[in-house]
């Protein structure tokens, strides 16, 4: 299901939504789930100005030159040659090289849900918040009963739509081996075996007990329009490898960064801002 059918389908589901109440985490209070692909996206690179969504006629490319910022180690958001050979890096991590000092991006792994020519979307795995699973559930007025998931930590997903909710989570089977129907009501399914859902369904599954075996629950995500992910690349300020279900769920969040990196069988001490991997 893709980004331009899940936001359609979203748009529908206004009765399965509800309101979290985050201040002080996440901005004011807002839509927990939701319209979560509704059409204030924005670029990474200058997320002060709003996407209108993922449909192709709104994505653009910022050409202007911007002022360099010596602590980020960026100046102007280049522009992929045409003839470039398209990639697709849905399904991989992104992993922020020593050059990239930003306090959001800064040694962040982001695992990413989507990637087409459009653009792409995806969550930062390894920045928790100061809020865990329990909290977020008595916020939104659900008691949650999976003992495993109470002082697990709600993450930032990265800096757009920061009050809204993004639950990373195991494929769900619906019974039916040959439906293409997904458990919850508004779900992306990854290709690579995970799937993504932005509906209250899915909180209200693991409130009861039941739901996902392994999730990562964040507020907000990352996002990038037409060719920016790929000027980033080209700018070597990220590594890309294969994910790896096991990093995002099963490993300390503090040693998921080097662990993604041993994916490409590298140390920190390796890197330096100069080198990328695309």
Known sequence: ???????????????????????????????????????????????????????????????????????????KIGIMPPDSAPINLTHHFLIAMPGLRDATFGKSVIYLCEHSERGALGLIINKPSDINLKNLFDKVELSLRRDDLIEMPVFHGGPVQTERGFVLHDTMLTGDA??????????????????????????EALATG?????VLVSLG??????????????????????????????????????????????????????????
């Open 1 to 75: 299901l893709g980004l331009a059918a899940v936001r359609r389908q979203v748009g529908s589901l206004k009765d399965h939504t509800i309101l979290a109440d985050v201040k002080g985490h996440a901005g004011s209070a807002g839509a927990w789930c939701g319209a979560a692909f509704s059409p204030q996206r924005r670029s990474r690179r200058n997320h002060r100005k709003p996407w209108s969504g993922f449909s192709t006629s709104c994505y653009r490319v910022h050409a202007a030159m911007e002022p360099a910022d010596p602590t980020r180690g960026e100046g």
């Open 178 to 203: 040959s439906s293409s129907d997904t458990a919850y009501a508004a779900t992306m399914t990854i290709p690579g075996g995970l799937e993504m859902t932005t509906s209250k369904d899915v909180l």
């Open 210 to 214: 039941a739901g996902p075996r392994r």
């Open 221 to 278: 995500y990352s996002a990038w329009g037409e060719g920016q992910l790929e000027s980033e690349l080209a700018e070597n300020s990220w590594l890309t490898v294969g994910a790896d279900a096991a990093v995002i769920f099963d490993t300390p969040v503090e040693q998921r960064y080097d662990q993604a990196l041993a994916l490409l069988g590298l140390q920190y001490w390796m890197l330096s801002p100069q080198a990328g991997h695309a």
